[in-house]
């Protein structure tokens, strides 16, 4: 499990860990992806997070090409 220490420290304010459950609250999409903001249902802590547009299925769609030929 946890190495044991004897260090009398004060325990910080911290919940019983637990495997956060994310609901997602709201999203935004932006011109560098999608902003999504999330909160725990069990303890209430939140996180954004952002899910980049470069990272999905655009990834596919783009590659390096030379420039166009123009005549
Ligand atoms: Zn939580």
Do not use: F, K
Not at 12 to 37: D, K, M, N, Q
Not at 41 to 56: M, N, Q, T, Y
């Amino acid at each position: 499990m946890t190495a044991s220490r004897t260090a009398s420290a004060p325990a910080p304010a911290r919940p019983h860990r637990h495997e956060h459950g994310w609901i997602t609250e709201s999203r935004h999409p932006t011109s560098e992806g999608v902003i999504v903001y999330v909160r725990c249902a069990e303890c209430g802590i939140r996180r954004v997070d952002l899910i980049p547009l470069c990272g999905l299925s655009q990834a596919a769609a783009s590659r390096p090409a030379p420039s166009p030929p123009t005549a």
